[in-house]
């Protein structure tokens, strides 16, 4: 008798993948709004990097309280949870007048950007180890085609929607769509993914009627900590967030001021590197899986590979003079497709 396909983990992938996309959309489209915010609001550049560093800062104190959580209740309620939090803290940055309620509005919005270790347990409950790299790259794929789309909204969407609805810039237009999404993920996730029982799809339990249980374990968490990998891992993770949020939050600023380059341009320069950047994700889970069926330390050296070669051409690339706009992009397009070898696979 033929085995019944069960479609349902595409689901789960398919709601996550939009999930990831409209919230990295949401978070990254600060970046590329920069200039009419900082317009609004008469900031200087150190003002505006406060403005990204209380979300991250945030953000950084709550990733062990939203693994701890996870670890000891229902994932999909939570990011359920993570998604409303998303939309309302959205909604109040687009309506407050001043700087120091931006800036508050704007950190709280850090609550929710540290919610994506539970996702990424959950796919793995659903996913076994021979193809979960593949599964973890397809789902860091909407990441840079959220801050695209992010790009499109700040730079052509927004200035046509100032002053059209409820007279708001265009600006605070944005964020009201967007944190409107969030709360309708919130409702997709909580009514529509199921969890899954912890270790579902290892294969030491294949075959199993019953797993069992688990819960945190205070002793478990101090073991991961004496494992010499995990210290390497949480290194590279440190160095590796410099060149990401760099690029993330100040580089359609830097394109525009330092290199001369109008809305336009931006977009028809970083448009392709984007999905270069997308590709990137993807093909590095996919050659992770592969080496990983060879050797065990497969997904070590294609992250290396990607690290080393994406940074050398970054900085070649930032290093081309301003009006060799067709080498910068060349060199720009080859760290594209490098840097995120090594995310999927770390994960």
Request: hydrophobic share 50%; aromatic share 16%.
């Amino acid at each position: 008798m033929k085995k019944k396909r069960n479609f349902y983990p595409v689901f789960v992938v398919i709601v996550f993948f939009l999930f990831i996309f409209l919230h990295q959309t949401d978070k990254l489209l600060i970046g590329s709004l920069q200039i009419p915010i900082s317009s609004t609001f008469h900031l200087n550049d150190l003002q505006w990097g406060l403005v990204n560093s209380g979300a991250l800062i945030i953000g950084t104190i709550l990733y062990p309280i939203w693994g701890y959580l996870y670890d000891r209740y229902a994932r999909a309620k939570l990011l359920a949870l993570a998604s409303l939090i998303w939309g309302l803290t959205t909604w109040l940055s687009s309506v407050v007048r001043t700087y120091p309620q931006f800036l508050a509005t704007r950190a709280s919005t850090g609550i929710d950007d540290s919610s994506y270790p539970g996702l990424y347990s959950l796919v793995a409950d659903y996913f076994g180890p021979k193809i979960r790299g593949k599964v973890y790259g397809l789902l860091q794929v909407p990441g840079p085609l959220g801050y695209l789309v992010g790009m499109v909204l700040a730079l052509m969407v927004a200035p046509m929607l100032d002053g059209k609805i409820f007279h708001l810039e265009g600006w605070r237009t944005i964020f009201l769509i967007t944190g409107s999404l969030g709360i309708v993920m919130a409702a997709v996730i909580f009514f529509g993914v199921k969890d899954m029982p912890r270790g579902k799809a290892e294969p030491e339990f294949e075959g199993m009627e019953e797993i069992g249980q688990f819960r945190f374990s205070w002793a478990a968490a101090k073991d991961v900590l004496k494992k010499r990998t995990m210290w390497f891992v949480f290194l590279q993770g440190f160095a590796g967030v410099f060149p990401w949020n760099v690029i993330t939050y100040f580089f359609v600023g830097y394109l525009l001021t330092e290199r001369g380059y109008d809305n336009n341009s931006v977009l028809f320069v970083m448009g392709p590197v984007i999905l270069i950047l997308s590709a990137g994700y993807f093909i590095g889970g996919a050659l992770g899986d592969w080496l990983f069926k060879r050797t065990k330390k497969g997904r070590i050296i294609v992250s290396c590979v990607g690290v080393i070669l994406g940074a050398i051409f970054l900085l070649f690339a930032l290093l081309t003079p301003v009006q060799d706009r067709t080498s910068f992009f060349i060199l720009m397009s080859l760290t594209a497709l490098f840097m995120p070898f090594s995310s999927p696979n770390v994960l």
